[in-house]
């Protein structure tokens, strides 16, 4: 049986960069607006909300978590309803998609940690390239490991299963994908998924310290098909207390918290 460790650590601090070039007019979400016309501004609050998704992620109890009463389920992210919760434990990945009233939208929040097999990431980072197999896109290539870890685990499959059913008992609602560091990465891979799979042009991502995914080409592509991409890269004034995950970049500096091992051994999936 394979056994691997998920590590998480403390992340370097940083500074804000909110590109708000990509904000959009004014939202009122009314069921019967369509969905082109809900977009949002990204504001400071709106911003801190979503850390605030991308943080919980990175809970381990998963029982708080379902509940929503994790140490990060409070405040701005009151009343969230939980839908699904993803633990790949093999991989050492989780995620969760559910619904929040307040902003009226489907939040997904993807952490990506391997302990195992940082060097291979970090190895990737730099070296390897896969074609992206989304059609009308030549040219365009993405770094393999990020892509996989979402397009070849149950991240995939499930985050895009639970994103159509709560937007068939919702509407047409917004949706907000976010991350941090590798799970910022696996968050775009997700966003540019569902905005193509679903057809939606209400696909929001909103990512924390991550790294390159793709080349030139890809980014162009990226940003026609999810033209509502926020990337903070300097998150320390936006987050003042993160929950430990694990920052290798953009400094390849991490730390090792040997109390925060977990043994990973199957998938589970709660929904
Ligand atoms: C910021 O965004 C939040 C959430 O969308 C919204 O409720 C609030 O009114 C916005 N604030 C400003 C100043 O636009
Ligand atoms: C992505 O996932 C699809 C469907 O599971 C698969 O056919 C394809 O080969 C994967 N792409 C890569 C580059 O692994």
């Not at 998480?8 to 969905?35: D, N």
């Amino acid at each position: 049986m394979r056994r691997s460790g998920c590590v998480p650590a403390v992340a370097a601090a940083m500074v804000v960069l909110l590109l708000l070039s990509t904000a959009s007019q004014g939202r009122r979400t009314e069921r019967s607006v369509k969905s082109s016309e809900q977009t949002f501004v990204f504001n400071y609050t709106l911003a801190k909300t979503i850390v605030e998704y991308a943080s919980a992620v990175y809970m381990t109890d998963l029982t708080a978590l379902y509940t929503w009463t994790c140490s990060r389920c409070n405040d701005l992210t009151q009343g969230f309803e939980i839908r699904c919760i993803i633990v790949d434990v093999q991989n050492c990945l989780q995620a969760f998609i559910g619904v929040d009233h307040n902003l009226n939208a489907i939040i997904v929040a993807i952490r990506g940690t391997q302990e195992n097999s940082v060097q291979n990431w970090l190895r990737d980072l730099v070296w390897k390239q896969v074609d992206l197999n989304y059609p009308n896109m030549p040219d365009a290539k993405v770094h393999t490991g990020f892509y996989s870890a979402y397009n070849n685990t149950l991240l995939r499959p499930v985050i895009t299963n639970a994103v159509r059913k709560a937007r068939k008992l919702y509407g047409d609602i917004s949706i907000i994908v976010t991350g941090h560091s590798m799970g910022g990465a696996m968050a775009s891979f997700c966003a540019l998924d569902i905005a193509i799979s679903l057809g939606s042009d209400d696909v929001h991502l909103m990512t924390f310290g991550q790294p390159r995914i793709g080349n030139a080409v890809f980014a162009s592509y990226f940003a026609e098909i999810v033209p509502n991409t926020i990337r903070v890269t300097h998150e320390h004034d936006i987050v003042p207390h993160l929950p430990p995950y694990f920052s290798f970049l953009p400094n390849l500096a991490y730390h090792h918290f040997p109390r925060e091992v977990r043994l990973c051994i199957t998938y589970k999936v709660y929904c």
